[in-house]
């Protein structure tokens, strides 16, 4: 299984985590310096394009940028606590028509109800703005994840995804 693992603003993917995800298959999962990284999109089609992957994950801001990765690559999504706070920041790098895209491949949302930097409130909104224009989208709550997902929740996400793609 070929798949793409991007962490989130300012964070980077944790030994633990990497051996996860290297357990469960190709996993590219890159160190990225998001203020530094203007062409990271066009840079990971380009990639994605040439070498394809089965479906992308990612947290946080690496969550929404994964969701808009999935809209371009016609790939499954999975998404841990997506910052959709960040929309407004990505817009400069994205079309009106990938804005206001739908998902047609799964994509699959873990909501922390106890995240202290993206309220749980905008993840659900996002979510179920989507869900009224008929997105292939899931939303799963954890009521004690905070924003720092623990290996715990990163591997319950994993597998419920993995099992449900």
């Known amino acids: 299984m070929k798949f793409a693992y991007l962490h989130g603003y300012q964070g980077f993917v ?10 469960l298959g190709d996993c590219y999962s890159p160190t990225i310096d998001y203020d530094n990284a203007p062409t990271l ?3 990971l089609v380009a990639q994605f394009t040439k070498e394809p992957i089965e479906f992308i994950a990612g947290t946080s801001l690496g ?7 999935g809209l371009i690559l016609n790939v499954p999504v999975l998404m841990f606590n997506p910052a959709v706070i960040a929309i407004e920041r990505l817009k400069p790098f994205l079309s ?9 491949k799964q994509n ?6 106890k995240d202290d930097v ?11 703005n989507l869900k009224q224009k008929n997105a ?4 799963f709550f954890d009521e004690e994840m905070t924003h ?4 715990e929740e990163f591997e319950k996400g994993f597998t419920t995804f993995i099992e449900n793609k």
Do not use: C, H, W
Request: net charge negative; proline share 4%.
């Open 14 to 23: 944790t030994d633990e985590k990497r051996v996860y995800l290297n357990e």
């Open 118 to 128: 993206v309220e749980p409130k905008f993840q659900i909104e996002f979510v179920e």
């Open 136 to 139: 292939n989208i899931t939303q």
């Open 108 to 113: 699959m949302v873990f909501t922390g109800l």
């Open 63 to 69: 969550g929404m940028i994964s969701y808009y990765l």
């Open 41 to 43: 999109i066009q840079d």
């Open 96 to 104: 009106d028509e990938l804005l206001n895209a739908v998902p047609q």
């Open 148 to 151: 720092l997902v623990t290996l």
